[in-house]
């Protein structure tokens, strides 16, 4: 994505191409977002109104496995010196990431809502 992201434009360049087809080949999947403006924008929410989805604790950020991802990106991250180059970076780090290391952080979701639960929506070990 260049620039900023709308609710509008989550909702036409994400949800509806991308989330909503996907959701609709899973069926009893549940949909889960964290806090950022477009996802709780109301035309985000409308759209979603039509799939299940997980309410996300105000003030926790335990629940979002792919920060992980990301942590671990930006220090492979080479130096780039364009955009162009920036894109061409993550998208090959992001084709070799290790399948085994996404699986376990995808397992680790029941431990890492059980931890937010016992804490009230507080800091876990995740």
């Not at 806090?35 to 709780?40: D, E, Q, V």
């Not at 070799?96 to 029941?110: A, K, V």
Request: proline share 10%; glycine share 8%.
């Amino acid at each position: 994505m260049r620039g900023i992201l709308t609710g509008q434009g989550y909702v036409d360049d994400i949800l509806r191409p991308h989330v909503g087809p996907f959701l609709n080949g899973l069926p009893g999947a549940i949909f889960q977002q964290d806090n950022a403006r477009p996802h709780t924008a109301r035309v985000a929410q409308d759209f979603l109104r039509h799939f299940q989805t997980h309410p996300w604790p105000a003030r926790s950020p335990d629940l979002t496995p792919v920060e992980h991802v990301w942590d671990k990106l930006k220090r492979q991250m080479p130096s780039c010196h364009s955009v162009h180059d920036l894109e061409l970076a993550v998208q090959d780090l992001w084709g070799h990431l290790p399948q085994d290391n996404i699986r376990c952080l995808m397992n680790s979701m029941p431990d890492r809502v059980a931890a937010c639960i016992a804490t009230g929506g507080g800091p876990t070990r995740y």
